[in-house]
Nanobody, 122 residues
Framework: QVQLVESGGGSVQAGGSLTLSCAASGPTYCRFDMSWDRQVLGKEREFVSGIDRDGQTMYSDSVKDRFTVSQDNAKNTLYLQMNDLKPEDTAMYYC????????????????WGQGTQVTVSS
């Protein structure tokens, strides 16, 4: 059973910075794709940034050049450094992981964290 623990949300003024973290734990056979999504109440959840099993990073156009995703593989922890925050970044941020078996590459399920709120005031 994969478990996720998120932290780092909060309230900042526009132009400020926050760092989110997501620690994943689970079966030893898992290799994780990890990513951050966000959702504003009443709107669809959208992809923000992530790192795949091969270490490739991905960003949405709306956060590219402002956010930096990184990972501590030893701790299975994903970080999202968010700089130059804008009011439109206000949302609930969710960590998402997909467990892939290290031997056969099969997916063993997707897990979402409980979410952490980010609020940016103008």
């Amino acid at each position: 059973q994969v478990q996720l623990v998120e932290s780092g949300g909060g309230s900042v003024q526009a132009g400020g910075s926050l760092t989110l973290s997501c620690a994943a734990s689970g079966p030893t056979y898992c290799r994780f794709d990890m990513s951050w999504d966000r959702q504003v109440l009443g709107k669809e959840r959208e992809f923000v940034s992530g790192i795949d099993r091969d270490g490739q990073t991905m960003y949405s156009d709306s956060v590219k050049d402002r956010f930096t995703v990184s990972q501590d593989n030893a701790k299975n922890t994903l970080y999202l450094q968010m700089n130059d925050l804008k009011p439109e970044d206000t949302a609930m941020y969710y960590c998402k992981t997909v467990c892939y078996h290290y031997a056969n590459g099969l997916s063993y399920g997707t897990r979402w964290g409980q979410g952490t709120q980010v609020t940016v005031s103008s």
